[in-house]
């Protein structure tokens, strides 16, 4: 088992622009979650994949968007970055679909937004 | 709607002290409810769930439907279970939502 990594661990972008933030999944783990974490905060829940496809999402907007791919890899794509979008972003695996499995979290990306 | 709710942000107990963290939850529905913790410059880890009813680091975590609340429990804490404990819980349309967290201190 290699465990969620992510990539990369820090960034910084400018106001207005897009960035694309990776993962890998564990393998065998056939959902994926991601998370946005501000400082003093519980993770919040923004989508999950099942199977390459969306199952699951969050009070976030659509400029914040995902994909997964068939071998445990997915990304969390977020257009016209805001200063509040500054955060550590998580990404979890699972290894099923339901409820009862919890997730397995990788160490995060810092965004900055300046 | 789901919310958890972790009333404490911070719990400071001595070493051999039982603990309790607390977390209360609203769902509707039949939920399921997992406790997961943060060690010091360590990646968020799943610590238990209640489906499996198990005993993990010597906590234990209760599920009390009538009061909605999923407490953390451990009767003798110890200098290394200082950390961030975070409850979760997942419901409808597989969502996890989590509770803002309660930093744990175990004084010597």
């Known amino acids: 088992e290699t465990g969620v990594t992510q990539s990369p661990t820090h960034l910084i972008k400018t106001r207005g622009q897009q960035v694309t933030l990776r993962c890998s999944s564990q393998s065998g783990h056939n959902t994926v979650s991601w998370y946005q974490q501000a400082l003093g905060q519980g993770p919040q829940f923004i989508f999950q994949y099942y199977r390459e496809e969306e199952n699951g999402r969050g009070n976030f907007p659509p400029r914040f968007s995902g994909l997964q791919f068939p071998n445990y890899s997915s990304e969390l794509n977020v257009n016209a970055l805001e200063l509040d979008d500054s955060a550590l972003y998580l990404c979890?695996?699972?290894?099923?679909?339901?409820?009862?499995?919890?997730?397995?979290f990788g160490s995060g990306t810092r965004l900055t937004v300046v | 709607a789901q919310r958890v709710t972790q009333p404490e942000k911070l719990l400071s107990v001595f070493k051999g002290a039982p603990v309790e963290l607390k977390c209360n939850y609203s769902?509707?529905?039949?939920?399921?409810l997992f406790w997961y913790v943060q060690y010091s410059r360590q990646r968020l880890q799943l610590l238990l769930r209640?489906?499996s009813r198990e005993s993990i680091k010597g906590f234990t975590a209760d599920l009390n439907k009538g009061e909605t609340s999923f407490h953390l429990k451990k009767p003798f804490a110890q200098e290394e279970d200082s950390a961030m404990y975070y409850c979760?819980?997942?419901?409808?349309?597989?969502?996890?939502?989590f509770g803002a967290g309660t930093r744990l201190f175990v004084k010597a």
């Open positions: 209640h489906i």
């Open positions: 979760a819980l997942t419901g409808g349309g597989f969502k996890t939502i």
């Open positions: 979890a695996s699972s290894p099923g679909r339901g409820k009862d499995y919890g997730y397995t």
């Open positions: 769902y509707s529905g039949s939920p399921e």
